[in-house]
């Protein structure tokens, strides 16, 4: 399937989950970060959810990383369409953007090059773990910039689709996909 039409379809899908559907999604994902084989690092970055898009709230799995006494880097937009990454501590002031994404105001800044996990939003995957995002390619930008071998873990409510059809160059792809229900490891691809 195209970007586009998985974008619709994926988005219309997240819109139709009740307050349940999402709550239980949230922590399902949480748990099953757990078993992961990706917990012996330093500096997690982490997405903000904007909740009025219903995507993954990353409240609890940003308690599990502080309760793993981690570094927690956050990311800012910028005009560009490029991200600027701040460590997340207990004075950053998190205010929501014009997308309804939360963010920093200013704070520590923390080179791409430093991140040794990254969990990224997505709206579809596919089996051998490329996905699709809003479409202005943010994250495509920021992993580029990141070290070869950052892990990179996809947070998705539905299961991977069989084909992204028009993958392109930029496109880097995910390492793992976690799912309410499953664990995708695409290390092997
Ligand atoms: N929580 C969260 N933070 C994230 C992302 C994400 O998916 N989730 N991103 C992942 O990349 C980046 C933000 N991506 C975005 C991409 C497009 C639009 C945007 O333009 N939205 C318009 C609709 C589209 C349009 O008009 O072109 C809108 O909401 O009105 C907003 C954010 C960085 N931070
Ligand atoms: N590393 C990059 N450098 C320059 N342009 C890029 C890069 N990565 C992606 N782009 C451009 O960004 C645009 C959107 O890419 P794509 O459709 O893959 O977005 P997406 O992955 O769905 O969105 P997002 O990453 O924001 O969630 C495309 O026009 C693509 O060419």
Redesign the pocket.
Same mark, same amino acid.
Request: proline letters at 4%; a negative charge.
């Given at each position: 399937m195209l970007k586009k039409s998985l974008r619709s379809k994926y988005l219309k899908r997240r819109e139709e989950m009740s307050a349940q559907e999402l709550l239980d999604a949230d922590l399902s994902i949480a748990n099953n970060l757990l078993q992961l084989p990706v917990w012996k690092f330093s500096n997690y970055h982490i @997405? =903000?959810?904007?909740s009025e898009?219903n995507?993954i709230d990353t409240t609890p799995i940003l308690s599990i990383i502080q309760g793993k006494d981690k570094n927690i880097i956050v990311?800012k937009?910028n005009e560009n369409d490029t =991200?600027s990454n701040y460590l997340l501590t207990d004075n950053t002031k998190l205010i929501k953007n014009k997308?309804?994404?939360p963010e920093p105001i200013d704070g520590i800044e923390i080179s791409e090059k430093k991140l040794d996990v990254v969990f990224v939003? =997505?709206l579809a995957f596919d089996k051998t773990g490329h996905r699709v995002?809003? $479409?202005? $390619? @943010?994250?495509d930008r920021f992993l580029s910039n990141c070290k070869p071998d950052v892990i990179k873990i996809g947070l998705s409510h539905f299961e991977a689709v069989e084909k992204i059809s028009d993958v392109d160059d930029h496109d880097i792809a995910l390492n793992y996909c976690v799912t309410p229900t499953k664990i995708y490891s695409f290390e092997a691809v």
């Amino acid at each position: 399937m195209l970007k586009k039409s998985l974008r619709s379809k994926y988005l219309k899908r997240r819109e139709e989950m009740s307050a349940q559907e999402l709550l239980d999604a949230d922590l399902s994902i949480a748990n099953n970060l757990l078993q992961l084989p990706v917990w012996k690092f330093s500096n997690y970055h982490i @997405f =903000l959810s904007i909740s009025e898009k219903n995507e993954i709230d990353t409240t609890p799995i940003l308690s599990i990383i502080q309760g793993k006494d981690k570094n927690i880097i956050v990311p800012k937009m910028n005009e560009n369409d490029t =991200l600027s990454n701040y460590l997340l501590t207990d004075n950053t002031k998190l205010i929501k953007n014009k997308w309804n994404v939360p963010e920093p105001i200013d704070g520590i800044e923390i080179s791409e090059k430093k991140l040794d996990v990254v969990f990224v939003p =997505l709206l579809a995957f596919d089996k051998t773990g490329h996905r699709v995002g809003y $479409g202005k $390619g @943010f994250y495509d930008r920021f992993l580029s910039n990141c070290k070869p071998d950052v892990i990179k873990i996809g947070l998705s409510h539905f299961e991977a689709v069989e084909k992204i059809s028009d993958v392109d160059d930029h496109d880097i792809a995910l390492n793992y996909c976690v799912t309410p229900t499953k664990i995708y490891s695409f290390e092997a691809v």
